[in-house]
């Protein structure tokens, strides 16, 4: 008859032994990295034209554009029609002041007091004259007299209207966006554009 002993799964010996192979675990897995990184920095420091032709052929001319995008925002005008319809109220006085004629549209009659006087001192007679304008009858008129007007008038039109971004306070705000840039842009203009512009002050300074 054989007896087996089993340990307890809390039994510190398995514990040390899963730490020693975490541990272990560990060390390789950091080892392997720095020689990753290592590989990664030396490609880079021995092929580095793919750096500089990103920087002269994609950065540079981003940046680029970017500020004469902004600086053409700001010389940008919007151009758009108003259409406006509504009324307006006109009240003033109209001087009129002119010559005319007036046409009678129906007889009118006149009856006014008169006195004959004879001559050769044969006297006088007082009495009434009747007379009776017929219709048609076409009398001059000078007219001189104040025309009250008082009325709406209405309005519809189309107006056109242009608005300079500039002018409209944008100007700041798209100087900002600019100033943004200009640092970034300055300093990546300043970096070589190839290995051997690089490597030429070293060359230079050599003996």
Do not use: C
Request: hydrophobic content about 50%; overall charge negative.
């Amino acid at each position: 008859m054989t007896t087996e002993s089993v340990e307890p799964a809390n039994n510190p010996k398995g514990r040390s032994r899963v730490g020693k192979f975490w541990d272990a675990f560990k060390n390789i897995a950091i080892i392997f990295s720095f020689i990753v990184n290592i590989i990664l920095v030396l490609v880079l420091l021995l092929s580095p034209k793919p750096l500089f032709m990103a920087k002269s052929q994609v950065a540079e001319p981003l940046l680029v554009d970017l500020d004469s995008a902004f600086a053409a925002l700001g010389k940008t005008v919007i151009k758009s029609q108003v259409y406006i319809t509504d009324t307006m109220p006109v009240v003033f006085d109209l001087p009129l002041a002119q010559n005319t004629s007036v046409v009678l549209v129906e007889p009118v009659p006149i009856q006014a007091p008169a006195t004959f006087i004879f001559p050769a001192g044969g006297g006088a007679i007082h009495g009434t004259v009747q007379l009776v304008l017929p219709e048609g009858l076409a009398l001059p008129v000078a007219l001189n007299l104040m025309v009250p007007v008082n009325t709406t008038v209405p309005v519809v039109m189309q107006v056109p209207v242009e608005i300079p971004l500039a002018e409209a306070g944008m100007a700041p705000a798209i100087e900002q966006l600019r100033a943004v840039f200009k640092p970034l842009t300055g300093a990546l203009q300043s970096l070589p554009n190839s290995p051997e512009e690089l490597l030429q002050p070293i060359i230079q300074s050599a003996p």
